[in-house]
Structure formats: C-alpha cells, structure tokens
C-alpha cells in the first residue's frame, strides 16, 4: 500500500513488496562503477611539489641501500676470489 503522503503517486497500484524491490533496485549501487573501485585499477597522480620531493628521497635512501648491501658483497667476492686464484 503506498504512503498517502506521497503526492506524485508513482506507486499506485503496486504492492508493498514491489515497492520495495523498485526502490532496491533504483538505490543499488553498483560497486565497479564507484571511484574507489575505479583509482583501484589506475594510478593517482600527485602534482604537489612536496609529494615528488618526498619520492624521490625515499626512492634514494631505498636504492642507496640496495646498493651497499650488493657493493658489499661484490668487495667480499672478490676478496675471495683474489685469494683463491691471486
């Protein structure tokens, strides 16, 4: 039974259940559509200057890192080597 309150009586004649499966159906949201699901599969551009100046620091510190721990064990090798064949 619609309300009597609602002027516009676009749910005249439509039993109670109808109603509420129209309304269901109207109010869905369709959850690959919203922006989170949509920036979950692209990537978000940040043009602030403090964004790029904080990556690439930590891009820095991560490689400098990297790059002891492999120059590190280049000297060992060939310590090692020069060793074994010197």
């Known amino acids: 039974m619609?309300?009597?309150c609602y002027p516009n009586k676009t749910f005249t004649?439509?039993?109670?259940?109808?109603?509420?499966?129209l309304l269901v159906r109207d109010t869905a949201i369709r959850t690959n559509?919203?922006?989170a699901a949509i920036f979950k599969k692209k990537c978000r551009e940040d043009a602030r200057f403090s964004s790029k100046v904080i990556g690439l620091i930590s891009s820095s510190v991560i490689i400098s890192?990297?790059?002891?721990?492999v120059l590190s064990?280049?000297?060992k090798l060939r310590q090692?080597?020069?060793r074994n064949h010197g």
């Open 2 to 4: 619609p309300c009597l």
């Open 13 to 21: 004649g439509m039993t109670e259940e109808a109603i509420i499966a």
């Open 33 to 35: 559509e919203t922006t």
């Open 65 to 69: 890192m990297l790059l002891v721990v």
């Open 73 to 75: 064990d280049c000297c």
């Open 80 to 82: 090692d080597w020069l």
